[in-house]
């Protein structure tokens, strides 16, 4: 199973973006989430979405991002607005289902210019 994530680009501060993971197998039954990484920080959480549904998201990013799945696709989704600063790193898609799976995508660059 591979994850190829893609979307990343150059935003203004206060753009959007819309980051995407496809996934070549089905993703109906795991967990997926986005984590990000900056130039010499470890790699933190961004957001989840469960197998139900549910989502998580850290406080540096709730209220202006947004995961969503299409299991049909086997597609994630990062709809990213207001971009700041701060939010610029590589974005890495994950996949995961208790302790059985656990997979990473190569990674797409978000760059802010404010």
């Known amino acids: 199973v591979q994850l190829q994530a893609s979307g990343g680009g150059l935003v203004q501060a206060g753009g959007s973006l819309r980051l995407s993971c496809i996934v070549s197998?089905?993703?109906?039954?795991?967990?997926m989430g986005w984590y990000r990484q900056a130039p010499g920080k470890q790699r933190d959480m961004v957001t989840t979405?469960?197998?139900?549904?549910?989502?998580k998201y850290a406080d540096s990013v709730r209220g202006r991002f947004t995961i969503t799945r299409d299991n049909a696709k086997s597609t994630v989704y990062l709809q990213m607005n207001s971009l700041k600063p701060e939010d610029p790193a590589v974005y890495y898609c994950?996949?995961?289902?208790?302790?059985?799976?656990?997979?990473w995508g190569q990674g797409t660059q978000v760059t802010v210019s404010s």
């Open positions: 994950n996949m995961r289902r208790g302790t059985i799976l656990n997979k």
């Open positions: 197998g089905s993703i109906r039954m795991n967990h």
């Open positions: 979405i469960m197998s139900n549904f549910d989502t």
